[in-house]
């Protein structure tokens, strides 16, 4: 089971080019990764359902239920808490926060990544990861985690 490439869910805002960039640089990390399948990294931003109207109930319904299923098929997720961080507003976004409720809830370890630092970090999103990985220079380390080990790894920000 050593050789298993791991599918990723990767949950994180992508509506600014800040939030673009931070996804880009988990994304090259995680393709570096022996044990990610690099083909098997989902990105929801890819997968919006272009044939139906943006905000129409079946766009709505389609994305939703896309994305959650795609969280259950996933062996973990990669949650990016940053949203505003440009903006100093060091808070994930709701949808994030969501897709890692409903990861957890499944089962499914929840790697977290911060590149900021608040120094504080909510009770219900500290005790739902499996690792987290904070700053510019700990998340380089997202190239060698062993996602078939999914050992613990902790943060030592404040709780709140």
Not at 12 to 38: A, Y
Request: charged letters at 20%.
């Amino acid at each position: 089971m050593a050789d298993y490439k791991n599918k990723i869910y990767l949950a994180s805002p992508f509506f600014s080019e800040g939030q673009n960039d931070r996804i880009n640089q988990v994304v090259s990390l995680l393709k570096q990764n022996p044990s990610v399948d690099r083909q098997g990294i989902f990105l929801p931003e890819e997968h919006q359902f272009e044939s139906e109207p943006m905000g129409s109930f079946k766009w709505q319904d389609a994305v939703f239920s896309s994305d959650v299923r795609q969280i259950h098929k996933a062996d973990a997720v990669v949650a990016i808490l940053d949203y505003k961080l440009e903006e100093g507003n060091p808070e994930p976004d709701s949808g994030t926060i969501f897709e890692i409720g409903v990861a957890f809830e499944s089962h499914t370890p929840v790697i977290m990544v911060q590149f900021g630092n608040t120094g504080k970090l909510n009770l219900m999103l500290s005790r739902s990861y499996t690792a987290f990985f904070g700053g510019k220079e700990d998340i380089q380390g997202l190239s060698k985690y062993d996602f078939n080990e999914l050992q613990t790894k902790y943060t030592n920000m404040s709780v709140i």
